[in-house]
C-alpha cells in the first residue's frame, strides 16, 4: 500500500501562489507516476498534472500548463504542484495520486489510471 498526504492549501488572494505537497510513504518503489487532481463542488474530479517517477516526463491539463508546475524530489518521496496566478476558479480541493500500474491502462489524465489518493487539500482563491 501507498499512503499520501497532501499539505500546502489554504486562503489565497486571485493572483498570488500555492504550492502545495504530498508525501508518500509505504510501498513507494512500486508507484510509476504521480498525479495531481482537483473537484470542485458540484464538479468532477478533473486532472491537473502527472509526473512520470523513471524518466520524470510531465504532463499537464491544457488549461492549467502555463501556471501550474509538477516537480518531485524521489530521495524525500515528495511531489510538489506550485501554482501561480491563481485565479477564484482554481479554488478546489486538490488530490494527490499515486499509479502503481508498470504499463498505461488509462492515461495519466484519468483518474482510473490511479489507485492511492490522498485526503485532499482545499485550496481557496478570492477574488
Known amino acids: 500500500q501507498v499512503q499520501l498526504v497532501e499539505s500546502g492549501g489554504g486562503l489565497v488572494q486571485a493572483g498570488g501562489s500555492l504550492r502545495l505537497s504530498c508525501v508518500a510513504s509505504?510501498?513507494?518503489?512500486?508507484?510509476?507516476?504521480m498525479g495531481w487532481f482537483r473537484q470542485a463542488p458540484g464538479n468532477e474530479r478533473e486532472f491537473v498534472a502527472a509526473?512520470?517517477?523513471?524518466?520524470?516526463?510531465?504532463y499537464y491539463a491544457d488549461s492549467l500548463k502555463d501556471r501550474f508546475t509538477i516537480s518531485r524530489d524521489y530521495a524525500k518521496n515528495i511531489v510538489y504542484l506550485q501554482m501561480n496566478s491563481l485565479k477564484p476558479e482554481d479554488t478546489a480541493v486538490y488530490y494527490c495520486?499515486?499509479?502503481?500500474?508498470?504499463?498505461?491502462?488509462?492515461?495519466?489524465?484519468?483518474?482510473?489510471?490511479?489507485?492511492?489518493w490522498g485526503q485532499g487539500t482545499q485550496v481557496t482563491v478570492s477574488s
Open positions: 495520486a499515486a499509479d502503481s500500474n508498470l504499463g498505461l491502462a488509462y492515461g495519466y489524465a484519468d483518474a482510473r489510471e490511479y489507485a492511492h
Open positions: 509505504g510501498r513507494t518503489f512500486s508507484t510509476y507516476a
Open positions: 509526473i512520470r517517477r523513471s524518466s520524470g516526463n510531465t
